[in-house]
């Protein structure tokens, strides 16, 4: 029998399951909101960003009417990661469609992702946003909003346009301003209320946005809006390895240079009059400002142990104060065409050389810190060949450049003063590892051709890999594998990201290898140097994410995945740590043979008195050199070297040769690939037209090179039918001569 009551009742219960569901939300299908983006140095600009939203796949799509930039493209997709955390299950449930209508040719930049990750989350939450709301800051995939530039111009071109709430990321309340030709410091909150009427407001993730976008404007109070700064977690003290003892001392260095600098910097700055520029001055400060930051953070790091976090820090720190001192001693720096800065460019170069011929003393049984030394050489050396090309316009970039490639050829003899010893053993690097570094390189390659687009634009990674490359050219071909280890770490970690981070896989690789390189052992050990003082930077961020999971959960996940990212290097670099400290360090087992190279004779020595099998499969052989001894006769060595140079240098032109011919193939099947991409949906246009012009551009110079040495050949071959005709003619003349010579002497 049919029971009414007892239908209605399944009905009602039908659908209120319906509407507790994470698609209950009646969808609104398009939004808009006004956002704002700086156009000047003393402007900014009102922009319409619009957002779609249908049914589908989990597509992004861009607009086309202006060319969208990588940076905005990246912060699309997080956005919809974010939103998904949010609402739940919308990532692969829709296709997303942006579009910033702004009357500008190219949009690019990261600053409009909070909006985005606003605007849609009251799409589904069916709440249209308020025409006088609007925000500015970087979303992650975790929802947390990050800093942005230019907050106090957009917030004065936001309150000309009429907003009435202007939300900005938690810590950017007090900005540094020219205000009626004076730079100052303001409280933009106050600011912003007394002489404009907007009420802006901090916030530190999507929670705090919607908190304040539900309520109504006029019941925010001003006076009572908390100042904001990012909780900073202090962890318990750290017990580190031995290995690491030299950071402690290379680390509490760093930040006690970091801090005297900044104080003369502090005071130059204050008796300074000559920086007219008032962007500069903004900057200046700014700069200032963020090294007393660091430095704070350093001492924290360092006095609870975290001795890479530590370094890094208290180096960024110095780096940027060394940037104001410059500026400060030599405003010149700033001009186009500096004397000054020319000048310190070449004796740059000159301290670069002597810090890459310091590197050959490096001993064997300290080679890890020889490598630190030589990867921050090779980063300096990229800084400089920027900086030689003349390549960047922006006069601020520029002293930075320099003051980082200082910064890092300091590091670099830091390094080498605890890499050299009195040691008879010196650390060179081996032939044996050549196959594995370019392998490596090779791997990378292969692995960003299948990456997004976007991936070949983290600077991080584009700036290791290239190391990788320059290292294996000089031959430091383990060097080159510790680049190539991290580089392949960052890539690993992108992956990861666009998968979706999976905590459960991340515990499981941290506590693998956490529990190696923390056993007792090994913190008794001087060996694996760069993966414990990683995996210590990354066990930081692993407490911090453990300690903000019950109040911060964006602020959690977004300290996982750093460690997650962390870690991933680590573990890249545990490996090739093992290769080469088992092939370098191995001289007491009896299957290695140490050749040592002695500038009076060349000896062989086993580590036991021949009991070894010289003949043994396994054995392996460890190239290292003495140190200089004199010696009357050293004729044979000098021969010895003089033929082993030419064997290089014939060597080199033959490599290069058909370097040469392999980097055309190479571009050619870059392009036939990329052009798959396109086809099949990988790639959009717009990158696709950036990297094929790209491409085409490096086979257009290959080219250009290979015809003009064509022409150098048929030059070349011309000159010698010329001559050998000019030789036929002159022998022609002479053999006349002669005959004529002879018949006169009959006649006579």
Known sequence: MFNKKYFLSLLILAISMVFMSPFSYALIEHGEMKIFAVSGPDSAMEATLNIDIHQGTGKVLANIDSLVGNTTQESQKYAVNAIDLVIGNTKTKYDYIFEINSGAYSIDGPSAGAAMALLMVSMFKDRNIANDISMTGTISQEGYIGDVGGIYLKARKASEVGIKLFMIPAGNRIQVVTIDGNVQKIDLIDYSYKNWGMKIVEVQNLTDVLGYVSKNIDEINISSVPIIKPEMFTPGKLEYSIALNPMKNITDSFVMVAEDKLATAKDNLNKSTLIKDQSIQENILSITEGAETAINEAKVYSSNNYLYSAANNSFIAIVNVTIVSEILNNPSMLSESSTVLDEKIKALEEKIKLTENRSTLCSLERLEWCIGARQRLTWAQQKLEVLKAGNTNEALTRVSDYSYAVGWVEISNDFLDVGITESKYKFIESSAFKDEAQQRIIDIENKLMISPPETSNDPDLMRRLSAAKINYEK???????????????????????????????????????????????????????????????????????????????????????????????????????????????????????????????????????????????????????????????????????????????????????????????????????????????????????????????????????????????IDLKVKKEHLIVFKEIKDKKQDTKDKRHISLKKGL
């Open 475 to 713: 031959g430091w071909y383990v060097t080159s594998m510790y680049d190539s280890a991290t580089t392949m770490g960052i890539l690993i970690t992108k992956d990861e990201s666009v998968k979706s981070f999976e905590e459960v896989a991340f515990q499981t690789k941290f506590d693998n290898i956490n529990s190696r390189l923390r056993s007792i052992k090994e913190l008794n050990s001087e060996n694996h140097v760069w993966s414990k003082m990683y995996l210590d930077h990354a066990l930081y961020f692993y407490k911090s994410a453990q300690y903000f999971a019950a109040t911060d959960a964006a602020k959690s996940k977004g300290d996982m995945q750093t460690s997650n990212s962390i870690i991933n290097m680590a573990k890249g670099i545990l490996e090739v740590e093992d290769k080469v400290l088992a092939y370098y360090n191995n001289a007491d087992n009896s299957s290695i043979e140490v050749i040592v190279v002695d500038t009076n004779k060349i000896t062989k020595i086993t580590s036991q008195e021949e009991t070894t099998d010289s003949n043994d499969a396994n054995q392996q052989k460890v190239y290292v050199y003495e140190k200089e001894k004199s010696s009357s006769n050293n004729t044979l060595l000098y021969v010895i070297i003089a033929g082993l140079f030419i064997i290089i240098i014939v060597t080199a032109i033959e490599v290069e040769r058909f370097k040469r011919k392999d980097s055309k193939i190479f571009v050619q099947k870059q392009i036939a690939h990329l052009d798959e991409m396109l086809l099949e949906g990988k790639v959009s246009a717009f990158t696709y037209k950036e990297m094929r012009n790209k491409h085409l551009e490096e086979l257009k110079k290959i080219k250009e090179k290979e015809n003009k040495k064509d022409t150098q050949k």
